[in-house]
Nanobody, 114 residues
Framework: VQLQASGGGLVQPGGSLGLSCKAS????????IGWYRRGLGKERELVGN???????TYADSVKGRFTISRDNAKRRVHLQMNSLKPEDTAVYYC?????????WGQGTLVTVSS
């Protein structure tokens, strides 16, 4: 199982950025995919996840600003981030749980700063 997150970068407060997670080695369409983040000196926290049926859960801190979607044909999950704040600065990871084992992508850094 491999997960590859991409799309991170530097963005100004109030700006937008889109991340993508590409999965391989799994039957992608039947798995829930999660997005997590870890800020400097902080614990890793759930950003949100999307089920095979496209049900999405978000952390309270990102509700109304972030949107998660999936494209099963391309084996990708997207995280659209709008109205970004400095406190959104973190390394963002995608994950999947398969047969009781959790797999993580390598992470992509998002920096929100003026």
């Amino acid at each position: 199982v491999q997960l590859q997150a991409s799309g991170g970068g530097l963005v100004q407060p109030g700006g937008s950025l889109g991340l993508s997670c590409k999965a391989s080695g799994i039957n992608f369409s039947i798995h829930t995919i999660g997005w997590y983040r870890r800020g400097l000196g902080k614990e890793r926290e759930l950003v949100g996840n999307i089920t095979p049926g496209n049900s999405v859960t978000y952390a309270d801190s990102v509700k109304g600003r972030f949107t998660i979607s999936r494209d099963n044909a391309k084996r990708r999950v997207h995280l659209q981030m709008n109205s970004l704040k400095p406190e959104d600065t973190a390394v963002y990871y995608c994950n999947v749980v398969r047969l009781g084992r959790t797999f993580w992508g390598q992470g992509t850094l998002v920096t929100v700063s003026s």
